[in-house]
């Protein structure tokens, strides 16, 4: 045994050299074969790259990171920890307790707080999801079915060498009895050739599998994105009309006093239809009683702008934060709009982002 792997080995390492001479014929793997090789490597490569950028996306910190791979590496449950959301949101709770809770800033704080603690439990949620239903499939494919084909690629690789090496010595046989043992060996490792370049040939075909299942996969991220930014903008919608109930100017010591029933107004952020909808089952629009006025009546009334507005087509006026327009209200109109005019400039305007002057 230890003449005959002194032999082979020396053999295999000659034929290997003199290929990359070229030097010596070398089996040339038939196109299909060459193409599937090609596409599983780009599989591979754009996996582990897609991989990464999800991982930073779920964690941007890179010490976390490092962290819960180690943990993972040693089969350890990762420590629970709290998230940025929730680090806020608990900090706004413990500052509205230690102002007061009776008291509009204490009260606020802790509306805003027990909404950031619910954004950092969605966010957990799609983290935990994500890792499962997208990453794990993907890190399957690299630590399972990628390092069978590379194994069975490098076998592959050695039976050609084996099948190339058959060819050389047949060549090179002067003698009847040596050709014809050179034959059998060539028949041989043919044969052996043939039988791994086919077992490799339906793992790679396999691959289109895996372009299936990540699809799959694909999909359960992208739904389990869409359910955490809506959730996000669901807590946030609820959280603005909380804070639009609170009076707009307090006493010297911060408890709330109502001053001409002015109110904090809020704009509310349109969303794609496919979304659903925060006002849903809830009255529609939060027009104050004064728009509620102001439609009922065929007068026209004059409006601070409270923030920036770009027109999202001809029928529409810009608007710039602070500036004072004339507002109306036509017959038929949504309710949530009114005719704004700017000078001789005229256009729908959205009352969220408008406050009535007396």
Same mark, same amino acid.
């Given at each position: 045994?230890?003449?005959? =792997? ?17 030097? /010596? ?30 991982? #930073? ?9 490092? &962290?819960?791979?180690? !943990? ?8 629970? %920890? ?22 509009? !800033? ?42 069978? =084909?590379?194994?069975? %690629? ?21 003698? /009847?009895?040596?050709? /014809? #043992? ?11 050739? $043939? %039988? ?6 339906? @793992? ?24 955490? !930014? ?8 609820? @959280? ?64 601070? #702008?409270?923030? $920036? !507005?770009?027109?999202?087509?001809? +029928? ?17 109109? $949504? +309710? $949530?709009?009114?005719?704004? &005019? %700017? ?7 959205? =009352? ?7």
């Amino acid at each position: 045994m230890s003449f005959s =792997i002194g032999l082979i080995i020396p053999l295999f390492l000659c034929q290997f050299t003199e290929e990359k001479l070229g030097q /010596a014929e070398k089996t040339e793997l038939d196109a299909h074969l060459e193409n599937l090789l090609a596409r599983a490597e780009c599989t591979k490569q754009w996996t582990e790259r897609i991989m990464k950028q999800t991982e #930073v996306l779920l964690q941007p910190n890179p010490n976390v990171r490092l &962290e819960e791979f180690l !943990y993972e590496k040693l089969e350890k449950k990762v420590p629970t %920890r709290m998230n940025n959301h929730e680090l806020l949101g608990q900090s706004m709770i413990d500052s509205g307790n230690e102002f007061g809770p009776g008291t509009a !800033y204490g009260n606020a704080l802790i509306k805003c707080g027990e909404t950031e603690k619910q954004i950092g439990g969605a966010e957990r949620e799609f983290i935990q999801s994500s890792a499962i239903n997208f990453l794990t499939p993907f890190r399957n494919f690299l630590e399972g079915d990628f390092k069978t =084909i590379l194994k069975e %690629r490098k076998l592959l690789q050695v039976k050609r060498l084996d099948l190339d090496a058959a060819k050389t010595r047949l060549k090179k046989a002067r003698m /009847a009895d040596a050709r /014809a #043992v050179a034959e059998q060996e060539l028949r041989m490792t043919q044969s052996e050739f $043939d %039988r791994q370049a086919e077992i490799t040939r339906l @793992l790679l075909e396999g691959v289109s599998s895996t372009h299936a299942h990540h699809l799959r996969c694909l999909n359960d991220f992208v739904e389990a994105q869409t359910t955490y !930014y809506a959730q996000c903008y669901q807590y946030m919608v609820d @959280l603005q009309k909380q804070l639009g109930s609170f009076p707009s100017s307090f006493s010297n010591n911060n408890q709330s006093s109502v001053s001409g029933g002015a109110s904090i107004s809020v704009p509310t952020i349109p969303v794609s239809a496919s979304l659903p909808s925060p006002s849903a089952g809830r009255g529609g629009s939060t027009a104050s009683g004064g728009f509620s006025e102001l439609r009922s009546s065929s007068g026209s009334r004059k409006a601070r #702008v409270l923030y $920036d !507005y770009d027109a999202a087509g001809s +029928s529409e006026l810009s608007l710039l934060a602070d500036e004072v327009i004339t507002v109306s209200c036509v017959p038929g109109m $949504d +309710s $949530d709009w009114l005719m704004g &005019e %700017r000078g001789n400039q005229k256009g729908k305007v959205p =009352i969220t982002y408008l406050e009535l002057l007396n």
